[in-house]
Structure formats: structure tokens, C-alpha cells
């Protein structure tokens, strides 16, 4: 089991929204800022939201983070086929002094 | 701009042992902590072992992998020992924005190479 939840699959339509829930305890997401990352098949992953809600250069505003107690939520706005994709939340976890990820979710844009 | 490069990946039969490289380019190395991320195969992430500030480990690997890097040489390592099975993954090479690891952010990863511990 991953120290982070996370649903295994999200889906919607294509121009819809989705969001994907991330939830943890005060020893990570409570106390530490959270990340969210898009791995497509066979690929790298790649840095999606950082701080709960800073989007990296090059990230559109479509992607959005947000954080509240000890849960995080990842929202994906005007949903395109491109963004079919694994999206995993990551955070420290103090107790552990360990990086942390949620299980993955697979999201499919019907 | 900035490139992870893995190296030394391979089939290693169970007990035994292997040595990833990571070699960096395109930032200041010795300014940033590096990861050591693994993902078995159809499985999600799994943050293996860290070093910058202080060095740390995944409880699954603690007494078996040792992480270091040589700052000179832009070039990060995994020494893995004891290896078994459930230790057959891609292994990814990932930059921290900070010198800390502690912040779970990995702006940079590397392709990945492919680690088999089967006889």
C-alpha cells in the first residue's frame, strides 16, 4: 500500500474537468508542500504542480493544485485526449524522512 | 539545458549485485540533492534513496542500497547488494529543486534503466 491515496482511474470527456484526490496525514501533506506528476507509457515522469499549486514553466493553466488538511487535489481543466496519462501526488513524510507518492491514477478522457 | 543519463542497468541474478550511474549535465551538480526513483513493472513510483543536505533511504532498501555521488564528475550512483526480486524495476534518476531532499519535488528525471534480479 502507498502511504498516499489516490483513486486508480478518473474519467470524463473530452473539454471537461477532472479532478484526482491525493490523501495522506499530518507526517506528509499536513506539514509539507505537495507535487504532482504525468507519466505517459514508457516514459519519465514529469513535474506537473509544485508547492500544492505552482505550475512549472511550460505547465498550462489547464493543470491546477490545490491543498486542504491533509488531502490534495489535482484539477485538469478543458480535458484533451493528450492528457490521457498516469498522474501521481508526491510529498516528505517527516515521520519516515522519506519522499512519499500516492498509487497512481490512470485518467482516460472518454 | 539539463540531462539524466542512467547507465549500468541489467539482468543480475538474485543475491547479487549492481552499480547504477546517473551522469548530470546542464545544471550545478553539487548545488541540488538527487534521488533514486524505481518503478516495478506495470506498478506506480517509488522513491528509493536521497542525497544532498543528508542522505536517506527507502525502509525496502535500507542496509542494501547505498547511495553517493561525486561532484566532480556530475555523476550520481546506486550501489545495490542483496538483491531480490521484487527489486526488478525501472530505475530513475531524479533532481531535487534544493540542496534538501526533503521537499519531494523532482523537477528533472532521467529515461530510466531497466534493473532484472532473476536466475
Known amino acids: 500500500q502507498s502511504v498516499l491515496t489516490q483513486p486508480p482511474s478518473v474519467s470524463a470527456a473530452p473539454g471537461q474537468k477532472v479532478t484526482i484526490s491525493c490523501s495522506g496525514s499530518s507526517s506528509n501533506i499536513g506539514n509539507n508542500y505537495v507535487s504532482w506528476y504525468q507519466q505517459f507509457p514508457g516514459t519519465a515522469p514529469k513535474l506537473l504542480i509544485y508547492d500544492n499549486e505552482r505550475r512549472p514553466s511550460g505547465i498550462p493553466d489547464r493543470f491546477s493544485g490545490s491543498k486542504s488538511g491533509t488531502s490534495a487535489t489535482l484539477g485538469i481543466t478543458g480535458l484533451q485526449t493528450g492528457d490521457e496519462a498516469d498522474y501521481y501526488c508526491g510529498t516528505w513524510d517527516s515521520s519516515l524522512s522519506a519522499v512519499v507518492f500516492g498509487g497512481g491514477t490512470k485518467l482516460t478522457v472518454l | 539545458e539539463v540531462q539524466l543519463l542512467e547507465s549500468g542497468g541489467g539482468l543480475v541474478q538474485p543475491g547479487g549485485s549492481l552499480r547504477l550511474s546517473c551522469a548530470a549535465s546542464g545544471f550545478t551538480f553539487r548545488s541540488y540533492a538527487m534521488s533514486w526513483v524505481r518503478q516495478a513493472p506495470g506498478k506506480g513510483l517509488e522513491w528509493v534513496s536521497a542525497?544532498?543536505?543528508?542522505?536517506y533511504y527507502a525502509d525496502s532498501v535500507k542496509g542494501r542500497f547505498t547511495i553517493s555521488r561525486d561532484n566532480s564528475k556530475y555523476t550520481l550512483y546506486l550501489q545495490m547488494s542483496g538483491l531480490r526480486a521484487e527489486d526488478t524495476a525501472v530505475y530513475y534518476c531524479?533532481?531535487?529543486?534544493?540542496?534538501?531532499?526533503?521537499?519531494?519535488?523532482?523537477?528533472?528525471w532521467g529515461q530510466g534503466i531497466l534493473v532484472t534480479v532473476s536466475s
Open positions: 531524479a533532481k531535487a529543486d534544493a540542496y534538501s531532499p526533503a521537499t519531494g519535488i523532482f523537477d528533472y
Open positions: 542525497d544532498g543536505s543528508t542522505t
